[in-house]
């Protein structure tokens, strides 16, 4: 795991989701109250932002967790490392 990527994800997390008492590695969407489709649609675009990353419909699905958000973010990063020959 990056740790660069992780930290940048969890300031993420947390700059969105103001006042959530869950710590942020521990966030789901079931137990998060500020998680709703629009809070999911504002991770989405904000991860693609970020991370220079296009997000499918089929893994915004999926999208239900930090856990999930960083395995996704690292997924795309090490395919996109592989594809263009260099660091990210």
Do not use: H, Y
């Not at 137990?31 to 809070?39: A, I, Q, V």
């Not at 649609?41 to 958000?69: G, K, M, P, W, Y």
């Not at 997924?75 to 996109?80: G, I, L, V, Y």
């Amino acid at each position: 795991m990056s740790l660069e990527t992780a930290a940048m994800l969890e300031r993420m997390f947390d700059e969105l989701m103001i006042g959530e008492t869950v710590p942020v590695r521990e966030r789901t969407k079931l137990m998060c109250l500020t998680w709703d489709s629009l809070m999911q649609l504002r991770l989405i675009s904000a991860i693609e932002q970020e991370f220079q990353v296009t997000i499918s419909d089929e893994e915004a699905v999926d999208l239900n967790s930090f856990t999930a958000a960083l395995a996704l973010v690292q997924e795309k990063r090490q395919a996109k490392k592989g594809t263009d020959g260099s660091r990210v």
